[in-house]
């Protein structure tokens, strides 16, 4: 029989206004296999942010002590704050068969498939350039100039698509929940993610040689 | 909007007796987005095989032309006897938006992804080997020599499955037949199988530069 499968890290990156949050949101309320990964982060707490849910809140000594230790799958330092993955809470949701979802921007990306070579990288675009602008002015919350920088910062991101695995096109949220749901249990099936069950099947063949 | 996609050449391979036949005929019956392949031969129909059903029967003379004039996605020689994979009737359907389905052992595979790099590989197997010889003892129909052949031969084969880009293990085959649905489809959402779309999300977002 197949055995108990491991999970798969999957991380998230995508056009700021690409609708990540809310897919992800979806993604963990409609099916059980997923853990979303709560960073860990030196910036101090804003009004409503509980510890533990949005993000750990750590003082800079801590934070450089868990570096030291190789604790983080991969951090950055924003405006004088670090912003981390803490190893440990990632290793113990993919031992116990959960995908743990983690949003973050391209570099991190590349650094955390360079630490962990099966995890699995997804883009998320909207439809077109037209849409993803038509949804940031619709937000209503941003200005102008805001605007114009993240679909100018869009225009960069887009560069890097092509490291990724998959690129998920949210056109319809819950059709694309459904899509990315599949090739997220898609990717558990290719062999460099079952090395153990394809070894057992040669061992077991060996005795017909 | 996205544009209207192209086929994916589908390459299915893996041991005898894994149930490979049966698999690709449920799939082509329940989806409709699939053809399967009909290979070219100059062996001899066999009784009850049909022209264009079960292979297009050809002479040696026009087959060598078609090698010739490189007509053929890929071709080998067994018993005297060219099979070989026209090239036309694949290039139609995949134009046509059609997976393309192609059974073909490894070797063949792996020439097939040479030429076609956006081929997608599968390997079926059986849950366990010891699954797979109840499989062929089970069908009645061959000896004990034939079936310890043909473990050997899978024991061989066994040997090839990094190449592949997914395993399908087919343990219950209705189950078997949505999985590997869901994971061809996964496959049209790659970037490299979506070069077109993403070269124009990144001409229009040029304009916000």
Redo the contacts between chains.
Sequence with gaps: ??MKRKGILIVVSGFSGAGKGTLMKQLVHVYDNYALSISMTTRSPRPGEVEGREYFFVSRETFEETIAKDGLVEYACYCDNYYGTPKEYVERQLDQGKDVILEIEIQGALKVKEKFPTALLL?V?P????E??KRLVGRGTESIEVI?KR??R??EE??G??K??????N?QLNECVL?MH??I???H????R?EE??E???K??????
């Design positions: 029989m197949r883009f675009m439809p077109s350039a037209g993803l602008k114009e679909l100018k869009a225009s887009a560069e698509i092509e990724y695995d998959y690129i998920v096109i056109d899509r599949a090739l249990q898609s990717a099936d290719t062999p460099f079952n069950f394809i057992n099947m040669r077991e063949l060996e005795a017909y040689r």
